[in-house]
């Protein structure tokens, strides 16, 4: 039979719903078993019963409370088996392997629906059951339809053993299964088993022990809710446990109650005035023990025989949080005592502990009920609370918070986005919420640095576009990422600024490797995903050259992570970055670090050859000749890779064509189409900071000037300012357009070009072929059919210009 869930009872009261009091008496949640035997919330709607034409009968129909639409449709058919379990739940099985239920706010209810379906199937409204489960073999039934019921042995001491063989041979038997089940829930057979343990402990009967440890394992595995809340209740789950620490495979007795009771202490840090949600707690943590500690790990074939264990767990943590949430006192205590400077160490501790299990709890929660769980703790000041005990010099209390704060951040990053740009308008930087955790990643004392990685992570998610929502208020993205770097990421390069003011990091032990690691891996997400933002604080703060530094480290890792920081900003192909990393001589720390491995094939040798050849690959001109003139003699002897070669040969083209102006200006015309062709599309911001002039910006070094070591550099031809003239100019009279692409042999590819005898060196804007004689190819389509013959006469103007 399908595994019942555990019993939920919602706690009482009445529900707001669009500003009136709503009736609780028909509110329920529906209830469906997934795959996995877990109980998934569909949500919260009334039910009632009618009777529904199109199913030709009566049904169950529930309208969710939220929008009014049907979250369930259920005919109530006459041979289908419901279960009524203690009070407020209703369990049936639509099919095979689809189980339903409804939990209801309040008993009367419950009672109501469970009358409609008994007279449904005319059965009396007192019974649990409405019909016999059924689910065994031909060959079963036959056999067992002789006995209609299975009778239990007298529950007597000498006959322990007898009970212990009943129920081991009814296990592997849905039918005998549920014939035991029924058999011990009506005759009270629970109770009077627990009774002879204590005879058995007191006459230390190690035998008789032994037997009860094996019946109380049977009992749980026919996996039945209503036995359950016999043996899980107040008086007598401790005799439980007690007859389960007598595992006959173990030498010598478990201890668990004396751990429960003695070891294991309730620490009630705020007064909990429910005496049911109290007894609800206690009963809670001590199943959990049993699943966890006491009953052994179950097998292959025992697993879905826990299920229902399973699911009483995780229905009960739903009420505790939902009966929590709804006790304000409790909650403004619990916050007002958190933040309160008299409170004691010890007892911040235990507050923020009990927090930290709070929001874990939280975690059983379907995504609806978690919502109003943390705007419930949004509301309370959660983030002020754990601003002010981040501060603290606790470092448990600290790690704590910091578990609470992950919660918040992978729950809804955006919330705490909000509430920091919002504390920034009243507070120092040094105390904003983001600086503290900086900071408690910077000073994790761990050696693993297992707090700063997790640290880490929380802020990469934080400073993600990915997740800033497009929300009525579109600038989440431009107002935070200002806000991030404005006033945090001084605080997050802190560490690495100061560790390389010298030509080698001044300190270079393991763990500030590790931390300056985990820095860069959080810049070279920063390079990938913030554009502007980013570019602007490397370049005017001397980021780069910092980094590189690190290229010294003896820690290959840390040397490594300096490198990808580079190459991730070599992969942009941006112009602003290229004349940055000329002026300021860039290369010559990943120039020394190849030559200093030598002609070692390990990861550094590969991945500095790697740039290179995408330099060379991409045909990045302005530093192909930066490379070539001032490394090319460091380089030259280099023959096991065929990359700087390729390098020198791609300055010596590109200077040939600069000796000739018409194929110096036939290059500029490709370089700002293929730059328009292959460029990612500006974000509306960055197409605004890029139209800035220069003199507005901060501190007017966000463009560096060429090298003067650098030849002919007005020659290289900027595709970023050539895109800004475009965006100046007017558009003017058609120029140009590319007929072809010819690739042949081992040359690198060849491009034919055609000019109308209007064409200027200066071009200005591109358009169609379509108005040129000759052309039979369009600016966009390189590889578009045609030969030489099918060339106007004006390709006496034509030559070759090396490109990719």
Not at 244 to 256: A, C, G
Request: glycine fraction near 4%; charge should be negative.
């Amino acid at each position: 039979p399908p595994a019942s869930p555990a019993v939920v009872s919602q706690s009482g009261g009445c529900v707001v719903a669009g500003g009136r009091m709503t009736d609780t008496r028909r509110r329920v949640k529906v209830y469906t078993l997934n795959e996995d035997r877990q109980w998934d919330d569909r949500g919260t709607g009334h039910v009632s019963s009618c009777y529904v034409e199109r199913l030709k009968g009566m049904s169950l129909l529930v309208r969710a409370e939220s929008d009014g639409s049907l979250l369930l449709e259920s005919k109530i058919n006459p041979n289908t088996a419901y279960q009524k379990q203690q009070d407020t739940l209703i369990v049936w099985s639509e099919a095979e392997n689809y189980d339903l239920a409804l939990s209801f706010q309040e008993k009367a209810g419950c009672d109501e629906i469970w009358e409609k379906i008994c007279q449904v199937q005319g059965k009396d409204p007192s019974v649990d059951i409405t019909q016999d489960l059924v689910d065994e073999s031909e060959e079963e039934r036959f056999d067992d339809m002789s006995s209609p019921g299975l009778e239990l042995p007298s529950c007597e001491l000498s006959r322990l053993e007898e009970i212990a063989e009943l129920v081991a041979s009814s296990l592997p038997s849905p039918l005998r299964r549920e014939k035991l089940a029924l058999a011990l829930e009506n005759e009270g057979y629970i109770k009077k088993l627990l009774e002879i343990f204590h005879v058995c402990e007191d006459l230390e009967n190690i035998e008789g022990l032994h037997h009860l440890y094996e019946i109380i394992k049977g009992i749980f595995l026919l996996n039945r809710t209503a036995l359950f809340e016999v043996m899980f209740s107040e008086e007598c789950i401790m005799d439980v446990i007690g007859c389960l620490e007598y595992d006959p495979s173990l030498s010598q007795s478990r201890k668990h109650r004396e751990f429960l009771t003695k070891t294991a202490k309730f620490k009630e840090v705020i007064p909990i005035s429910d005496p049911e949600l109290k007894q609800k707690i206690h009963q809670t943590y001590r199943v959990q023990y049993i699943q966890d500690m006491v009953l052994p790990t179950p097998s292959v074939f025992e697993e879905n025989m826990l299920s229902t264990l399973h699911s009483f767990i995780f229905f009960n943590k739903v009420e505790i949080v939902g009966m929590l949430q709804e006790d304000e006192k409790f909650l403004t205590d619990l916050f007002a005592q958190l933040t309160d400077e008299a409170t004691d160490e010890e007892k911040r501790q235990e507050l923020v502990n009990f927090l930290k299990e709070f929001c874990a709890f939280s975690q059983t929660l379907q995504p609806q009920n978690r919502d109003a769980f943390f705007k419930t703790l949004s509301n309370m000041g959660i983030l002020p609370a754990l601003e002010v005990i981040l501060g603290m010099d606790d470092a448990q209390v600290r790690s704590a918070a910091t578990d609470i704060f992950s919660y918040l951040v992978e729950y809804n990053p955006s919330m705490v986005r909000e509430f920091v740009m919002q504390e920034a308008q009243q507070n120092d930087d040094d105390i904003l919420l983001i600086n503290l955790i900086i900071e408690h990643m910077i000073c994790d004392t761990d050696p693993e640095l297992g707090g700063a990685v997790l640290l880490m992570g929380l802020l990469r998610t934080l400073v993600d576009p990915e997740n800033m929502l497009a929300t009525a208020n579109k600038t989440e993205k431009t107002e935070f990422l200002g806000f991030f770097y404005k006033h945090c990421m001084h605080v997050l390069t802190a560490p690495l600024l100061a560790n390389t003011t010298e030509d080698k990091p001044s300190k270079d032990d393991f763990q500030t490797a590790q931390l300056l690691a985990l820095i860069l891996e959080l810049l070279t997400f920063c390079v990938e995903h913030h554009t502007y933002h980013i570019k602007n604080y490397i370049i005017n703060k001397d980021i780069l050259r910092r980094v590189l530094v690190l290229m010294a480290s003896k820690h290959a890792f840390l040397a490594l992570c300096a490198l990808r920081f580079k190459r991730k900003i070599i992969g942009l192909k941006d112009e602003f970055y290229n004349r940055y990393i000329m002026k300021s001589f860039l290369f010559e720390p990943v120039v020394k670090a190849f030559l200093n491995n030598g002609s070692r094939y390990n990861l550094m040798n590969s991945a500095i050859i790697e740039m290179f050849e995408f330099i060379r690959v991409e045909d990045i001109k302005s530093l192909t000749a930066h490379v070539i003139e001032n490394y090319w003699k460091a380089l030259e002897d280099v023959d096991y890779v065929q990359t700087f070669k390729g390098l020198k040969l791609r300055f010596e083209q590109q200077r040939e064509r600069q000796d000739n102006p018409k194929l110096d200006s036939m290059r500029s015309i490709l370089r700002n189409h293929r730059y328009r062709r292959d460029a990612r599309t500006l974000e509306d911001e960055e197409e605004m900071w890029f139209n800035t002039d220069e003199d507005d910006m901060e501190d007017g070094e966000a463009v560096v000037p060429p090298s003067d070591k650098t030849k002919n550099d007005e020659d290289i031809m900027d595709p970023i300012s050539k895109f800004m003239e475009r965006k100046k100019l007017k558009e003017s009279e058609e120029k140009e357009v590319l007929l072809k692409a010819n690739l042949s042999g081992r040359q690198s590819p060849s491009f034919k070009l055609s000019f109308s005898s209007g064409t200027k060196s200066n071009l200005t804007s591109q358009s169609s072929a379509s108005n040129l004689p000759g052309s039979p190819g369009s600016p966009g389509s390189p590889g578009s059919p045609g030969s030489p013959g099918s060339v106007s006469k004006s390709t006496s103007q034509m030559a070759a210009i090396t490109t990719k």
